[in-house]
């Protein structure tokens, strides 16, 4: 309900000041960014207050409504590389998507973009995650796909679980970079394609439900959702070789050289980001020189043969896939029969938190509420929940933590 009294008002001097400040950081923005008045909504409206220059700009309202939401939330306890670790210094999901933010909004503020639209892609991107990061995913997609011939992508279910399970109501523009961040893949130039209604944004994530390949392909409709793809790459490139020394798993100064960018984290952030800016002015695209490009694709595909793929982050979570199934199958069973005191209805789909009817899905895609449910857990939780269930399953005396005075953490 809206504030009536004196102390939230505005006297027409204040407002006509706002309004002038507002204005003039608008004029301000470059001729490719995407203005506020562009922002899109699929339920328009409760967003019809003129007075947007009053501190809540449309872009403003998507990082508050990500933010502020229980599932942003568990991001803390997601793994982004290193599971069952116990440090908090190594990085999780939460501490990534801050760090991708900070690096696209230094872009953009160079190019002259929106910045509260590069936060609100970059906070929201990777809320879609599963605990145990792209392992985790992996997993996840091979136990759905056998039983639906769907795929799971983190990316499309960040898109699923922000407008569908959290009905957040975010623009279109918000909702397009997201669905389009992958980073897992690098690109010289980062151009743009059009996403214009909320009707198109459902044909291409159910075309990438069908086809996995479709994800390499994608594009986000606004320059602010390809610096984010790019500050993607450049947040996780450095930062995972800061986390992988930590853990003693590989030293910093035995990667291969990289004298162009750097192999530390604060040289290839400045580095490159340095570079985009320099090639990315006045464009309407975003890009970088084919030696900076050539370093930093380099660096990630390193990071994938010694850090992603080691036995380390692969063998630490070998009985996750056999506990995933064991908890999807057993969630399968509970819904069929309508057990209400199971945890898939009383932590998740009759979850006072849990914004959205699942009474069509339980009945007729109960497949999509498992793997709702799944995405959603911490690494933790997923642990203990199987301990919960199963608690004579030997799977449980194969997971391991690494303890903070085990030896073998810096």
């Known amino acids: 309900?809206?504030?009536?009294?004196?102390?939230?008002?505005?006297?027409?001097?204040?407002?006509?000041?706002?309004?002038e400040r507002y204005a003039a950081q608008q004029a301000l923005l470059s001729p490719y960014a995407c203005h506020d008045e562009d922002a899109l909504r699929e339920r328009q409206e409760n967003y019809l207050d003129p007075d947007v220059y009053l501190g809540r700009p449309p872009f403003v309202v998507d990082v508050e409504k990500i933010v502020h939401n229980p599932f942003y939330s568990r991001c803390a306890d997601k793994t982004q590389v290193f599971s069952l670790v116990r440090n908090d210094d190594i990085t999780r999901r939460s501490f990534h998507l801050q760090v991708v933010s900070r690096v696209g909004r230094t872009i953009g503020m160079a190019l002259g973009l929106?910045?509260?639209?590069?936060?609100?892609?970059?906070?929201g991107h990777d809320?879609?995650?599963?605990?145990?990061?792209?392992?985790?995913?992996?997993?996840?997609?091979?136990?759905?796909?056998?039983?639906?011939?769907?795929?799971?992508?983190?990316?499309?279910?960040?898109?699923?679980?922000?407008?569908?399970?959290?009905?957040?109501?975010?623009?279109?523009?918000?909702?397009?970079?997201?669905?389009?961040?992958?980073?897992?893949k690098a690109f010289l130039e980062y151009r743009p394609a059009p996403c214009d209604s909320f009707e198109q944004l459902d044909r291409i994530m159910d075309e990438c439900y069908l086809d996995q390949s479709n994800i390499a392909d994608l594009r986000p409709s606004t320059l602010e959702g390809c610096v984010v793809r790019i500050s993607d790459i450049i947040a996780y490139a450095g930062k995972d070789r800061q986390d992988a020394e930590r853990i003693h798993l590989k030293e910093l100064g035995s990667y291969a050289e990289s004298p162009l960018v750097g192999a530390l984290n604060h040289q290839i952030i400045y580095n490159v980001t340095r570079n985009?800016?320099?090639?990315?002015?006045?464009?309407?695209?975003?890009?970088?020189?084919?030696?900076?490009?050539?370093?930093?694709?380099?660096?990630?595909?390193?990071?994938?043969?010694?850090?992603?793929?080691?036995p380390f982050v692969r063998e630490r979570i070998a009985p996750v896939g056999q506990m995933m199934e064991l908890l999807y199958?057993?969630?399968?069973?509970?819904?069929?029969?309508?057990?209400e005191s199971s945890p898939i209805f009383r932590h998740h789909a009759n979850n006072a938190f849990m914004r959205y009817d699942y009474s069509w899905e339980l009945e007729h895609r109960p497949d999509d509420v498992v793997v709702d449910y799944i995405a959603s857990m911490t690494d933790d939780y997923f642990v203990e929940l199987f301990a919960h269930l199963f608690p004579d399953n030997p799977l449980n005396k194969q997971i391991s933590y690494v303890p903070y005075f085990s030896g073998t953490q810096r």
Do not use: W
């Open 1 to 19: 309900m809206a504030q009536t009294s004196p102390l939230f008002e505005f006297t027409p001097e204040e407002k006509d000041a706002l309004r």
């Open 114 to 123: 929106n910045l509260d639209l590069i936060e609100a892609i970059a906070v």
């Open 127 to 184: 809320l879609g995650h599963t605990p145990f990061g792209h392992e985790g995913e992996h997993l996840l997609s091979g136990i759905y796909r056998s039983r639906t011939g769907r795929y799971f992508n983190h990316n499309v279910h960040s898109v699923r679980l922000l407008r569908t399970m959290a009905n957040t109501n975010l623009c279109l523009q918000t909702y397009s970079g997201i669905l389009s961040h992958c980073g897992e």
């Open 276 to 310: 985009i800016i320099k090639n990315s002015l006045g464009k309407d695209y975003i890009a970088m020189d084919e030696e900076v490009f050539a370093a930093i694709d380099a660096i990630r595909k390193e990071n994938f043969r010694e850090i992603y793929g080691s």
């Open 329 to 339: 199958l057993r969630f399968i069973d509970d819904i069929q029969r309508g057990d």
